[in-house]
T-cell receptor
Framework: DVKVTQSSRYLVKRTGEKVFLECVQDMDHENMFWYRQDPGLGLRLIYFSYDVKMKEKGDIPEGYSVSREKKERFSLILESASTNQTSMYLC?????????????FGSGTRLTVV | AQSVSQHNHHVILSEAASLELGCNYSYGGTVNLFWYVQYPGQHLQLLLKYFSGDPLVKGIKGFEAEFIKSKFSFNLRKPSVQWSDTAEYFCAVNSYNQGGKLIFGQGTELSVKP
C-alpha cells in the first residue's frame, strides 16, 4: 500500500513564525497535493505539484508556498503564520496523471497558531 | 465557479435505517467522481469511485453510489447503516478541465445511534 507520511500530527506555533509542514510518500507518485480541512468547508486545495520543482496554485494559495525538491517530498510553508491558518492540513499523492485512480492521504497535521 | 455541493451537513440515523447522502457538482465535460470517508481520528479513505461504464458503483462496506449525468449528481446510499458507519463523508470530483485537481464538497457528518 501507498504510504503518505506527514512529519507532525500536532503543531503549535506563534503568530508570525515561519512554519514548515513536511510530507513524504513512498510509492514514486508524480502528483502531490496539500489541502486544508475546516469544519463545514470540507477540504480545500492549497497547492499541488505534478513533478519535481513544479508547483501550481490551488483554490486558496494566499499565505502559503510549497517546495518540491525531490519526487517523494512535498513541503508546505507558511511564511508568516496567522491565527486564521489554524487548521488540519492534509497531504495527498496520486500515481496517474489527472489523479484518475484516486488519491492517498496522510493522517494530517493539526496546526494551531496562537 | 465550479463546485461540489453536499446537501446535508449532519445526518443522524438509527441502526438499520437506510442512508442516502446527496452530492451535486457543477463541472462540465468528463468527470471522475469519488466518495471518501473519514472515521473519527483516522485519515481519509476511498469508499468508491466512478470513472465510466455502469453508473451504479459499488464500494466497500456495502456502500453504493449512482451517477446521474443529467442531474450532475452522485448520491451515496446504503440500505442499512451500522453504528460503525459513524464518520464524515466527502464527495469529490476530478475534472479533466481542471488539470486533475480533486475538488471536495463540504462534507456530511453521519451519526448512527445504536
Amino acid at each position: 500500500d501507498v504510504k503518505v507520511t506527514q512529519s507532525s500530527r500536532y503543531l503549535v506555533k506563534r503568530t508570525g513564525e515561519k512554519v514548515f509542514l513536511e510530507c513524504v510518500q513512498d510509492m514514486d507518485h508524480e502528483n502531490m497535493f496539500w489541502y486544508r480541512q475546516d469544519p463545514g468547508l470540507g477540504l480545500r486545495l492549497i497547492y499541488f505539484s505534478y513533478d519535481v520543482k513544479m508547483k501550481e496554485k490551488g483554490d486558496i494559495p494566499e499565505g502559503y508556498s510549497v517546495s518540491r525538491e525531490k519526487k517523494e517530498r512535498f513541503s508546505l510553508i507558511l511564511e508568516s503564520a496567522s491565527t486564521n491558518q489554524t487548521s488540519m492540513y492534509l497531504c495527498a499523492s496520486s500515481q496517474v496523471p489527472q489523479g484518475n485512480y484516486g488519491y492517498t492521504f496522510g493522517s494530517g497535521t493539526r496546526l494551531t497558531v496562537v | 465557479a465550479q463546485s461540489v455541493s453536499q446537501h446535508n451537513h449532519h445526518v443522524i440515523l438509527s441502526e438499520a435505517a437506510s442512508l442516502e447522502l446527496g452530492c451535486n457538482y457543477s463541472y462540465g465535460g468528463t468527470v471522475n467522481l469519488f466518495w471518501y470517508v473519514q472515521y473519527p481520528g483516522q485519515h481519509l479513505q476511498l469508499l468508491l469511485k466512478y470513472f465510466s461504464g455502469d453508473p451504479l458503483v459499488k464500494g466497500i462496506k456495502g456502500f453504493e453510489a449512482e451517477f446521474i449525468k443529467s442531474k450532475f449528481s452522485f448520491n451515496l446510499r446504503k440500505p442499512s447503516v451500522q453504528w460503525s458507519d459513524t464518520a464524515e463523508y466527502f464527495c469529490a470530483v476530478n475534472s479533466y478541465n481542471q488539470g486533475g485537481k480533486l475538488i471536495f464538497g463540504q462534507g456530511t457528518e453521519l451519526s448512527v445511534k445504536p
